[in-house]
């Protein structure tokens, strides 16, 4: 597809963060930063989901910083397994701060923005949750003990966290309400 949302993962239809599909985010940003007065910004799903993405955007790019081809599906373990992972985590990297950069290029470097999983043990990723003004994260019922891990790692940063529970029970989109 062409912006690589060729895999479905649950019901999410996921775009490429390589895609095309940055620049109009860049843009949406870029308005609501430049011509709204919103007083921060979050974002949600801005990862890879597992075993994706090799779409042909993912793949050139790789295949530029790496002089190599995108192993399609790299064994567990291994050499290749590695470097598509740290692929991966550059483009994360990559895509928040050029989303983080471009909205503070208007309202300063200061500007309160953040996203789902900032700070957050799932991806253990400090390289972009610098660049995160709060740490943000979800956890489900009935897996409280959960939200207590990952509010003692966020405090850890010294920065204002948030954690997010559904109001259903196995999710974001069922209808069972949490007790």
Known sequence: AQGGADRVYGWYHPM????PYRDIVRGQLIELARDYAVEGLWLDITYIFPERCYCPFCRRLFR?????????????????????????????????????????????PDFPFTWNHAGCPDFAQVEPDRLSTLSAGEFHAPHYDEGFFKADWMRGFGKPYELMMPECLYGWGEWTVAP
């Open 16 to 19: 490429c963060l390589n895609s």
């Open 64 to 108: 530029e910083r790496t002089g190599r081809e995108m192993p399609e599906q790299p064994a567990k373990g291994s050499a290749a397994l590695a470097e598509v992972m740290a692929f991966r985590r550059w483009t994360r990297l990559d895509y928040l701060t050029d989303l983080t950069g471009a909205v503070r290029a208007f309202r300063g």
